[in-house]
């Protein structure tokens, strides 16, 4: 058994120690998941962790609450489900986010894109050095679409055009550096290509060079471009479609296949959540489930047969204009030992006061510290959580300086009413 780590990005090979208990990350290929798993995975958590599951903004399910003495029982069942890597550092850079409904209905299926590209990385031992936050990302050109998540390297394959794929580096679709286009059969090689030089060139820096972001903070767009081999201005793609903006919350329909999609506040639910969206599954759906980074799932193959009244009364939010959906929380201290305040209670607490003042628009995000696990980008209102109290981040990240220091509740709620006034 590898060594356990506190602070470190877990897998299952390799969990992280948190406040209650092990956390064991479960990065799941293509976000996929068949109900008989998602049902086995329940009575997992329920007889070796604590119930409780995180669904990660990588779409990563975590298991809470794992005793140390019950690890290897606990792996064994999960290598039955065929859900363990070959090795932990393996595991460590198999960090590739798809779109959740690609291959449904008349969609390409990107699933075999990404096993090779997830097998590459695993393969190849000096892609072992990778930081272990750097992530790919493979979109089908679909909705709902992957545009708007940050990856360090990613694949849009453009929807008028499924022969080409474009390479952008370190953003969301719209703020990328572009490497231009590859074909389909090509995203491995390439990826592998930019993945050894990202290797090479951030090399012996310090302070190192952990994300393609950082890379391109020092170089500048336009040498990361040449730095990667692209000569000339490379052209980025032109969309004509819709895009999918909202969270794909409620019932909707994409390229003709039905879904349900179900998310979870603050991304946390329990095991007997994960078994009602499998029997879900089961009775109205296709006995599959998607997770998606939006921290929800979709149930494809539902088609409004099912009591959305039910599903909100087990703490599921169905309704795409849920101010819940705007807002983000780490586990705070409930199960990180770096945190000193209850950020579920208090971000729910959040959720109220800014319906009530009406600000039920604007996204919060609150952290348990200025590491700001839940959320990477930035937000109208920040709060970073120290000593039992928050500071806060105007329009900035949990690692910024803060605009205002040592709030509790009610002066949160304040600042909350002073921006919806303003
Ligand atoms: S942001 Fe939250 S989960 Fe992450 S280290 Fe800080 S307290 Fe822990």
């Known amino acids: 058994m590898s060594a356990l780590r506190k602070g470190w990005c877990p897998g299952a090979l390799r969990p992280m120690m948190a406040r209650d208990g092990l956390l064991v990350r479960l990065r799941l290929t293509g976000g996929r998941l068949t109900s008989e798993v998602a049902r086995a995975l329940a009575a997992l958590s329920d007889y070796y962790g604590n119930g409780l599951f995180d669904l990660s903004a990588r779409a990563n399910l975590q298991l809470r609450g794992v005793d140390q003495a019950d690890l290897p029982s606990l792996l064994a069942a999960l290598d039955d489900l065929d859900l363990i890597d070959a090795d932990p550092d393996g595991e460590a850079v198999r960090n590739v986010m798809a779109s959740p409904l690609a291959g449904l209905g008349a969609r390409r299926d990107i699933a075999p894109i990404v096993t090779a590209l997830e097998a590459m990385l695993a393969q190849d031992a000096a892609l072992h050095a990778l930081p272990n936050k750097f992530g790919f990302l493979v979109d089908d050109g679909g909705a709902p679409t992957l545009a708007g998540v940050s990856a360090d390297v990613r694949f849009d394959v453009m929807p008028e055009a499924p022969d080409r794929v474009w390479i952008g580096l370190g953003g969301t679709r719209d703020h990328a550096v572009s490497l231009g286009f590859c074909a389909p059969d090509q995203v ?209 990240k949990a690692g910024d300086v803060p605009t205002r220091r040592d709030l509790d509740l009610a002066a949160i709620e304040a600042a909350l009413a002073a921006k919806v006034l303003a």
């Open 188 to 396: 491995v090689e390439a990826a592998a290509h930019i993945a050894h030089t990202f290797l090479s060139l951030a090399a012996g820096h310090e302070p190192p060079i952990r994300r393609m972001k950082m890379l391109i903070e020092r170089l500048g767009a336009y040498q990361t471009a040449r730095a990667f081999g692209v000569e000339g201005e490379m052209a980025r793609p032109e969309y004509s479609g819709a895009i999918f903006n909202r969270p794909p919350v409620g019932f909707f329909s994409s390229d003709d296949v039905d879904v349900l999609g179900l998310a979870v506040p603050f991304g946390r639910f329990d095991h007997r959540m994960l078994r009602c969206v499998a029997d879900l599954a089961d009775t109205h759906g296709r006995g599959a489930l998607r997770l998606t980074p939006w921290r929800c799932f979709l149930v494809p193959g539902i088609a409004g047969s099912v009591d959305l009244g039910a599903l909100r009364t087990q703490t599921f939010i169905v309704d795409p204009e849920d101010p819940a959906l705007r807002i983000a929380a780490c586990v705070g201290m409930a199960g990180c030992e770096r945190g000193t305040t209850s950020t579920h209670a208090d971000a729910a607490h959040l959720v109220e006061a800014a319906t009530r003042i009406g600000g039920a628009a604007i996204s919060i995000h609150v952290s348990g510290c200025e590491k700001g696990c839940a959320k990477a980008s930035r937000t109208a209102f920040t709060l970073v959580g120290h000593d039992g109290v928050y500071d806060l981040v105007a329009g900035g």
